[in-house]
């Protein structure tokens, strides 16, 4: 007997809604077994925290003028908000998109979706 890994079932509505509420942190990708843009989504929303944190450290320790370390505090949160930003939209559309094709969508991309019938693999002999 063939062995085959065990395949669960999966809803375009839980997608959706983690895609929705838990997109930028990636969960709705991990749920669809999107390792690869599940750890994209992580990246993007943990590591502008990390940099902004250095930057602080960074600024508050060592001789930079007060000018020269706001600059690099606003620089800093700058790209917080531009890296959050792209992160939410792109968890949006996603979301949207999972939304918009529904389960057939997940279908036609090889899910098992509710409803679905295996597809039928003769016995081996």
Request: proline share 6%; glycine share 12%; net charge neutral.
């Amino acid at each position: 007997m063939q062995n085959q890994p065990i395949q669960t079932i999966k809803s375009s509505t839980t997608a959706g809604l983690l895609g929705l509420f838990l997109g930028p942190l990636g969960v709705h990708n991990f749920y669809l077994n999107q390792i690869g843009k599940g750890i994209a989504h992580l990246i993007l929303t943990v590591l502008p925290f990390v940099v902004l944190f250095i930057a602080t450290t960074i600024g508050s320790t060592s001789d930079l003028s007060i000018s020269e370390g706001q600059a690099l505090g606003w620089g800093c949160v700058f790209l917080v908000w531009i890296s959050l930003g792209v992160n939410f939209m792109w968890a949006f559309i996603e979301s949207i998109i999972i939304f918009a094709q529904g389960d057939a969508g997940l279908a036609r991309k090889g899910y098992r979706v509710a409803g679905s019938i295996p597809p039928y693999q003769p016995p081996i002999l």
